[in-house]
């Protein structure tokens, strides 16, 4: 007999002894399966739901089912849920990857062919309503091991101006003065050295250099290199002071994944990856966030080599399907570095970081102003160690320019974690974080989402690195900026950790996906499994009956405008937002905002008024959600904002 039968039987058997008046004999099976009766009975009824809210188990079609790494919500109302390899490296080497799309409305779910490694990309939505993904994985990480041979990144020098740019084979050895060999793993080519003459004649030449990974010829722990060194290149016949091979470090260390640099446009309309230009810089764990031009910011990542990037970002233009380098905007960051578009046109950074990075650089929050590259920090973080794998929201509404920072850890797999919540408000004059309330657990990988009734969900998460099946916390809260309360929810059932994301859905509800256990028990002895199955989040608000509708209205609309539309018992309205869908991975989602529209009746429906600043409302595709007095909201209507 299955669990669930056996559950059932007993679930039976405790009716009848009750009906009998024999309970006195029970057990503790019976205990528990009466307590599991009665907590079933408890988070069905109706008044429960209406103060709590429901989660239900999304039934996804076996074949349907991937490693949820990414999610972003269309504005076909489908959501987009993209693994890649899914942090499975035997479906990298099988060049197995995934994305799948769900529609909530039919339930229906379409496999999406996906023409590269997107596993721990970045993303983020452009004004069209194309999802613009960047980066992903060009190689996994090799633990220390499995590193039989050596290895490191070799830089190739030309000091000379003169003649044409070398080509270097993959497989050639470079040679160290202490005899050590080191053979490339892939054919690179060098330019000459840039001769410039200056307006006073003094001529200077600048060396050119190129990148390329080399393995030691012997395998072992002796050909180790841990200082500056310099090698011949064997089989090129040039002056060794001229072009040689340069190398600080190749040595048995683990090895971090490799970025990719490759990038595409995901189109709602067709359902298809489009591939676009390469980033300058391949990127594993980058942020992409919108800039109130509509051009794109992609900030840090590790790099081709596995290597945290130092400060190099770049723009991609949605006129010109291009990145270019941003050389004036060198900033270093840690790896998805939380980073929100204000309404002046500057970025605030929480601090909220995932991944990878210094431990002492670009981990204090502050305002990153982008037109001369200063950043001014803002004070009062509490726990400002512990801000790796922590979640950030700009509150709801985005006018108010208050931002939440929620739990976190330590840098790396640190044992520690945190239940703080600040909170920063940045119309003040000295903006300055204040303690919110403390989750009701030490959290990393809080997953928040933004409701259409000014409060945030805060779900999910796990008190330790990684997670495991006993440090998940099945938890849901809920936070509402005004009063500074945070009410708890009934729980999920699922666990949530790392690679593991939340989303609100046109309809109101939410879901909840992904999860990366390192282990399956708290002893670190078994592997964990990624979890596949999706749960769904149904608020309060849709169990207090009636909701608003809106039956009509334009589909496009400007920025500043009044526009129209039509909302049977546009009475019972009290409030209108604007919500930017998610684009999330690793408890990142700098997309989602809402925005609070000024409403008044006009006949059947309402005047609404769309904001001019294009920082607060950059343009895209937007939910526009009506709320009644008891803030049941309506579903969204989809607008798209210029
Ligand atoms: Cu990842």
């Not at 099976?29 to 907590?39: C, D, F, M, P, Q």
């Not at 070398?166 to 793993?185: C, I, M, Q």
């Not at 000459?192 to 030449?205: C, D, F, L, Q």
Request: proline content about 7%; some cysteine; hydrophobic content about 35%.
């Amino acid at each position: 007999m299955s669990a669930r039968g056996k559950q059932r039987l007993v679930k039976g058997l405790l009716t009848l002894l009750v009906a009998g008046g024999l309970i006195a004999i029970n057990g503790p099976t019976l205990v528990s399966a009466g307590k599991n009766a009665l907590h079933d009975y408890k988070i069905n009824s109706q008044g429960y739901k209406e103060r709590a809210g429901h989660w239900s188990m999304l039934s996804v079609p076996e074949e349907m089912r991937v490693n949820a790494i990414h999610a972003a919500l269309l504005r076909t109302g489908k959501v987009l849920i993209v693994a890649g390899s899914g942090n499975d490296s035997k479906q990298f080497d099988a060049g197995k990857f995934r994305t799948i799309l769900w529609d909530p409305e039919t339930d229906e779910f379409k496999r999406i062919d996906t023409p590269s490694d997107m596993f721990c990309a970045g993303h983020t939505f452009l004004p069209d309503g194309k999802l613009l993904i960047a980066g992903g994985t060009r190689r996994y990480e090799k633990l220390r091991e499995d590193v039989e041979h050596a290895a490191g990144v070799m830089t190739i020098k030309n000091e000379s101006p003169d003649g044409a740019p070398v080509t270097v084979p993959k497989d050639t050895e470079f040679l160290s003065p202490d005899g050590l060999a080191f053979r490339s793993t892939k054919e690179a080519v060098v330019h000459p050295a840039v001769k410039e003459i200056a307006a006073n004649g003094r001529t200077t030449v600048s060396a050119s250099s190129t990148e390329v990974w080399v393995e030691a010829v012997d395998r072992g722990a002796a050909p180790v290199v841990d200082r500056p060194t310099q090698f011949t290149i064997d089989g090129i016949h040039r002056d060794t002071d001229e072009l040689y091979g340069y190398a600080t470090s190749l040595t048995r260390a683990k090895q971090d994944y490799w970025g990719d640099d490759k990038s595409y446009l995901f189109d709602p309309a067709t359902e298809r990856y489009e591939r676009v230009d390469n980033m300058t810089l391949a990127r594993w764990y980058p942020t992409l966030v919108s800039l109130e031009d509509g051009r794109v910011l992609s900030v840090s990542g590790l790099d081709e080599f596995g290597r945290i990037i130092k400060g190099d970002n770049e723009i991609y233009d949605p006129e010109t399907k291009q990145w270019k380098d941003q050389p004036q905007l060198k900033r270093t960051f840690p790896t998805y570095p939380a980073l929100y578009l204000m309404p002046n046109g500057k970025l605030f950074y929480t601090g909220s970081n995932a991944g990878y990075g210094s431990d002492t650089v670009g981990r204090d929050p502050g305002i990153w102003d982008l037109s001369d590259n200063s950043f001014e920090k803002v004070p009062g973080l509490r726990e400002p160690r512990q801000t790796e794998t922590s979640g950030s929201v700009l509150l709801p509404p985005a006018q108010d320019q208050r931002y939440m920072i929620a739990g976190g850890g330590g840098i790396g797999d640190s044992e520690r974690s945190t239940a703080r919540t600040d909170v920063i408000d940045l119309t003040a004059a000295k903006p300055h974080f204040e303690p919110g309330p403390d989750l009701e657990e030490p959290t990393r990988y809080p997953n928040m989402v933004i409701t259409p009734d000014d409060k945030v969900v805060i779900t999910g998460g796990s008190s330790g690195y990684r997670g495991n099946g006993e440090s998940n916390l099945l938890l849901c809260h809920i936070y509402d900026p005004r009063s500074g309360d945070l009410t708890r929810m009934a729980d999920p059932t699922v666990g949530r950790n790392y690679h593991a994301e939340a989303l609100l859905l046109p309809d109101g509800r939410l879901i909840t996906l992904g999860s990366d256990s390192l282990y399956g028990d708290s002893e670190g002895t078994r592997p964990g499994t990624f979890e596949q199955r999706i749960e769904i989040y149904s608020p309060p608000y849709l169990f207090k009956g009636d909701r608003p509708q809106i039956a009509s209205g334009p589909k496009h609309v400007g920025r500043g405008a009044t526009v129209w539309f039509g909302i049977p018992n546009a009475g019972s309205v009290e409030s209108a937002r604007l919500v930017r869908p998610s684009a999330v991975t690793h408890v990142t989602d700098v997309e989602q905002r809402s925005i609070k529209l000024d409403i008044s009746r006009n006949g059947a429906g309402l005047d609404v008024r769309i904001p001019k600043s294009a920082g607060l409302v950059p343009s895209g595709w937007y939910m526009l959600f009506v709320s009644d007095e008891n803030g049941a909201p309506s579903k969204a209507h989809w607008v798209h904002v210029r």
